[in-house]
Every structure is written in structure tokens, then in C-alpha cells.
């Protein structure tokens, strides 16, 4: 059965330190691997996507890693901001001929709150 | 506007009723989703739809019901609404197999009692 774990289930962080959050899979064959962003209230706003031939990939403040071989993932958040408070979703995408729907695995999330 | 709108985004609803929720997006995907949240879990799929003649039950189908009046329209529908039901629901949209990624509403709160 695919999964998705994520670590930590949550985190708190003092405002301009780093942190680094855990995506490991076991999702096959795997296709890519992404990265979310949900704010309390709103729905998922993706973050990164990496495909099995990227190891890293960032998107300002965010920089996501992929380890393809071991089947982990990390998003590293660097100085965070009171506004990176949410919860960070990890989802892995198994490849098929049809892109089925049904091959997204979702993780449970990090919350991470960051404080003042 | 948003690209994918919510509609309603609460709803207390009682054990045994019918409830709709509805969705709409204004990317011009085929794509649509209902995804349900539940916490400490994952966003598990209900329904998707490839297209507007195109239904497919996802890995938690039991108890819901989907229609797609349009390519930019899917709806959500409880029949007889139980207080496991209670949940977030997000409605998504995609590019064809989401290379570029899913766009997802706001969300609706629902509350069976």
C-alpha cells in the first residue's frame, strides 16, 4: 500500500531561525513529489514539485530535497516569517498511463507555527 | 476571484439530511476533485472527473454522490448526511495528470449533528 509519513507532526519555531521538515514514501512506481502549503481555513497552495531526476528545488525562502534512492523528501524553510505558520503536506505521485487520480498519496502534514 | 470557489464554506447540518456543496473553477481544467480532510489524515479522494461525461469513485466514495454540470462545475452531494461525515472538504482542480500541480478551494466546514 502506498504512504506518505511526514515528521514532525508538529513544530514550533522561534520568527528568523531555519527549520527542515521530513516527507519519507513508499509510494511505487513513483512519479514526482510535492510539496503544499495550507493555511488555516484555506485549502492546499503547492509549494515544489520534483520528478525522480531532481534533487533539489527552491522557491524562495523554500527549498525542497529529494532523495529518490532512500524515498525521502525535505523542505527547508530558511529565517521564517509569522506568516509561515500552517501546515506542510507532502504528496506523492505514483506513475501510471493514465494519470489516474487515484495514484496521489497524501501525507498528514507538519503544522508548524512560528512565534514571535 | 479565486480559481476555484467554495460554496457554502460552513454548513451545520442535521444526521439524515441531503446536503450539496458545490464547486466551480475558472482555470479551464477537465480536471476536477473532491478530496475529504479529516484531522490527523491525509486529504482522501471521493470523486474525481476527468471530464464532463466522465465520473470515477475515488478511495472513499460510500455515502456521496457527484455531478458535473459543466466543464467548470462539480458538486458534492451527502444523500442522508451522518455524523462521520463531518469533516473539511476541498474541491481541486488540475491540468491533464496534474503535471503542474493541483489548485484547491478554500474549503467547506461541514458539521453533521
Known amino acids: 500500500k502506498n504512504q506518505v509519513e511526514q515528521s514532525p507532526q508538529s513544530l514550533i519555531i522561534l520568527e528568523g531561525k531555519n527549520c527542515t521538515l521530513q516527507?519519507?514514501?513508499?509510494?511505487?512506481?513513483?512519479?514526482?513529489l510535492r510539496w503544499y502549503k495550507q493555511d488555516t481555513g484555506r485549502g492546499p497552495v503547492s509549494l515544489t514539485i520534483?520528478?525522480?531526476?531532481?534533487n533539489t528545488k527552491s522557491n524562495g525562502r523554500y527549498t525542497a530535497t529529494l532523495d529518490a534512492d532512500t524515498k525521502q523528501s525535505s523542505l527547508h524553510i530558511t529565517a521564517s516569517q509569522l506568516s509561515d505558520s500552517a501546515s506542510y503536506i507532502c504528496?506523492?505521485?505514483?506513475?501510471?498511463?493514465?494519470?489516474?487520480?487515484?495514484?496521489?498519496?497524501f501525507g498528514s502534514g507538519t503544522q508548524l507555527t512560528v512565534l514571535p | 476571484d479565486a480559481d476555484v470557489t467554495q460554496t457554502p464554506r460552513n454548513r451545520i447540518t442535521k444526521t439524515g439530511k441531503r446536503i450539496m456543496l458545490e464547486c466551480s473553477q475558472t482555470k479551464g481544467h477537465d480536471r476536477m476533485y473532491w478530496y475529504r480532510q479529516d484531522p490527523g489524515l491525509g486529504l482522501r479522494l471521493i470523486y474525481y472527473?476527468?471530464?464532463?461525461?466522465?465520473?470515477n469513485k475515488g478511495e472513499i466514495s460510500d455515502g456521496y454522490s457527484v455531478s458535473r454540470q459543466a466543464q467548470a462545475k462539480f458538486s458534492l452531494s451527502l444523500e442522508s448526511a451522518i455524523p462521520n461525515q463531518t469533516a473539511l472538504y476541498f474541491c481541486?482542480?488540475?491540468?491533464?495528470?496534474?503535471?503542474?500541480?493541483?489548485?484547491f478551494g478554500s474549503g467547506t466546514r461541514l458539521t453533521v449533528v
Open positions: 504528496v506523492v505521485s505514483a506513475r501510471g498511463s493514465s494519470g489516474s487520480a487515484r495514484q496521489l498519496t
Open positions: 516527507c519519507n514514501y513508499t509510494v511505487s512506481p513513483f512519479s514526482n
Open positions: 481541486a482542480t488540475s491540468d491533464e495528470a496534474g503535471i503542474k500541480g493541483y489548485t
Open positions: 472527473s476527468f471530464d464532463v461525461k466522465d465520473i
Open positions: 520534483m520528478t525522480f531526476s531532481e
